[in-house]
């Protein structure tokens, strides 16, 4: 059994960390002043991002549509054509639903939410997400990714500098963590897998957000 092709969304990073491994190094200062809780954000269809992966390449995406209840989009290398679909829950954390030509795999996912939400972020908060699924492998998994907001912090990326919360969640596979500044949007992210090949962690980095009105 393998593990299943986890997507970053909307969108999509770890200082180091004592688990099975060190995850990924992001370059942090302590946030230059107090945050405030962060609301769930409300993605806009029409909204696109362009991002940095850990090679260097710039990675571009776009939301595509939004419901009540989830958020689809898609997003592939500038250099290349062909577009990874994917489709979520309208909370950030929550583990993908849907995902075609990502990584050479496609595959759904069922999940629930254990207990309260994550949202409004701040240090300390917890929520807890029970799922499963399958891929066009042939693979099947389930498991339970545990997530919390760790802390704030500081770093600077291609399109700024910016006060952020660092959320982290672990699962039976992988190590995520997000860096969301103040308007819910996601500056950088990084998935470290815990045991086995590591040429499949990844890291992005924000160069430009796009915004749409609602």
Same mark, same amino acid.
């Given at each position: 059994?393998?593990?299943?092709?986890?997507?970053?969304?909307?969108?999509?990073?770890?200082?180091?960390?004592? &688990?099975?491994?060190?995850?990924?190094?992001?370059?942090?200062?302590?946030?230059?002043? &107090?945050?405030?809780?962060?609301?769930?954000?409300?993605? *806009?269809?029409?909204?696109?991002?362009?991002?940095?992966?850990?090679?260097?390449?710039?990675?571009?995406?776009?939301?595509?549509?939004?419901?009540?209840?989830?958020?689809?989009?898609?997003?592939?290398?500038?250099?290349?054509?062909?577009?990874?679909?994917?489709?979520?829950?309208?909370?950030?954390?929550?583990?993908?639903?849907?995902?075609?030509?990502?990584?050479?795999?496609?595959?759904?996912?069922?999940?629930?939410?254990?207990?309260?939400?994550?949202?409004?972020?701040?240090?300390?908060?917890?929520?807890?997400?029970?799922?499963?699924?399958?891929?066009?492998?042939?693979?099947?998994?389930?498991?339970?990714?545990?997530?919390? *907001?760790?802390?704030?912090?500081?770093?600077? *990326?291609?399109?700024?500098?910016?006060?952020?919360?660092?959320?982290?969640? #672990? #699962?039976?596979?992988?190590?995520?963590?997000?860096?969301?500044?103040?308007?819910?949007?996601?500056?950088?992210?990084?998935?470290?897998?815990?045991?086995?090949?590591?040429?499949?962690?990844?890291?992005?980095?924000?160069?430009?957000?796009?915004?749409?009105?609602?």
């Amino acid at each position: 059994m393998r593990p299943p092709f986890a997507l970053w969304t909307a969108l999509a990073v770890s200082v180091a960390i004592s &688990a099975c491994q060190t995850t990924q190094s992001v370059q942090t200062k302590p946030a230059s002043t &107090a945050m405030p809780p962060i609301e769930e954000r409300r993605a *806009v269809a029409g909204e696109q991002y362009v991002f940095l992966d850990k090679k260097g390449r710039e990675r571009i995406g776009s939301i595509t549509s939004v419901t009540d209840k989830f958020v689809e989009g898609a997003s592939k290398r500038a250099d290349q054509d062909l577009f990874c679909e994917w489709k979520i829950k309208r909370n950030t954390f929550a583990p993908t639903s849907e995902w075609k030509n990502c990584g050479g795999s496609s595959g759904t996912q069922t999940s629930k939410r254990l207990g309260d939400s994550i949202f409004p972020l701040q240090v300390g908060s917890t929520e807890s997400w029970e799922y499963s699924g399958t891929n066009s492998n042939g693979d099947s998994w389930s498991s339970t990714r545990n997530c919390e *907001v760790l802390g704030t912090a500081s770093l600077t *990326v291609p399109a700024g500098t910016f006060d952020t919360y660092q959320v982290r969640c #672990d #699962d039976r596979w992988w190590i995520r963590d997000w860096f969301v500044r103040a308007d819910g949007v996601t500056v950088v992210s990084t998935r470290t897998r815990k045991a086995g090949s590591q040429d499949r962690n990844t890291k992005r980095e924000l160069v430009s957000y796009t915004e749409v009105s609602s």
